[in-house]
């Protein structure tokens, strides 16, 4: 059996000399069992005739969204709604810009607008047109909105060129599909992640807060959703986008992410506590702005302890799997353990803040996963986002079997 064993792909090809490119991967998409629909743009037709496409496919081609002929076989929203996967390969500069922009000018534009499957764009072009900040952009607001960029790949271009433009070959586009298509490792479980500071109001224009960016708790919740979890995410005040097919609630005090993690985890498989929350709040926030008289000593603050999230979600009677995060100066595992204990949760990761380029509002981070009964396991210094999955996939394998539905918090 193929990895896309019955897999309804739509592909799109788009005008450039990497169409010829797309004959191929047709072949490939069909040869791993996937059912192909090929849809062309009129600058796709200047490279490559629909004939090729329709006897590899076995299916006529489109590229005419007022063809009534063809919308009397299957109209284009029905080609819309048939397609488990769009994918776009070669897509050139425009139709990038196009569909950034959310066109809908020809049947492909139109179709990735209708269709409510995932989009894998791969891009080909001329190494200065990708390079170009027009099109760095249009493939910026693209991945936001989560779709899935595959390549281009660096060499020798067909104008003669050399860089990064050259469509990602055919094999490796079939496997990353594959991936795609593959059930994640926390497919059907529900994981809520708190990440970023909170701010602990002094009074209207002051506050308490902390250097967390968030960035640990974001990569967190972004892998556990590409591994195929329901992702709830609770954010302090931090300035990051919304990674996709992610939930997001944003908070700003302990007092209103403790109110916030504890709701989402109702019936939460895991809970991943990355949050630097305050520990102390002043016990007052004056009212009105605080203001300095001469002669007058400086005022005292009287802080006040804040709700212990994790403690509180670890002491639910049917509580999520919990992870808890230990951001330690020194004497880290010492510390760890000792918080693993304390708050009774399932893992606790360990890391240094304070050394330079790691920890705090850092990309890289240094991570000690630490667990009862002497589990120890160290994922040593790198990219936040690379942690990040290895750490979903470790949650994934100690995750206890889901619990009945009825059974649920
Ligand atoms: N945490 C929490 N609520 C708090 C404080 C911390 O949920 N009010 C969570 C953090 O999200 C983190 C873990 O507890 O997952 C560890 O936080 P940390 O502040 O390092 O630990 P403390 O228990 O506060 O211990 P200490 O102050 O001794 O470092």
Redesign the pocket.
Known sequence: MGTLEGTRVLLGVSGGIAAYKAADLVRRLRDAGAEVRVVMTAGARQFVTPATFQALSGHPVRSDLWDPAAEAAMGHIELARWAEIVLVAPASANTLARLAHGLADDLLSTLCLATSAPLMVAPAMNQQMWAHPATQANVATLGARGVVLLGPDSGGQACGEFGAGRLVEPPAIVERLAALRAPGVLAGRVVVV?AGP?FEDVDPVRFIGNRSSGRMGFAIAAAAAAAGAEVRLVAGPVHLPTPARVARRDVRS?RE??AA?LAAVAGADAY????????FRPAVAAPDKIKKTDGAPAPTLLLE?????????AALPARPFC??????TGDVEA?AR??LQ??R?DL??ANRVGAPGEGFDADDNALLVLGPDGFRLDLGRAPKAVLATRLVELIAQRLPAPRAAGARA
């Open positions: 708190s909170t302990a992410m403790h993690v991943v506590g990355a949050a630097a929350v305050a520990d302890r804040t709700e212990d999230i994790l403690a509180a979600v992870v808890g995060f230990a951001a330690e510390y000792g918080k304390r708050k949760v606790v990761c």
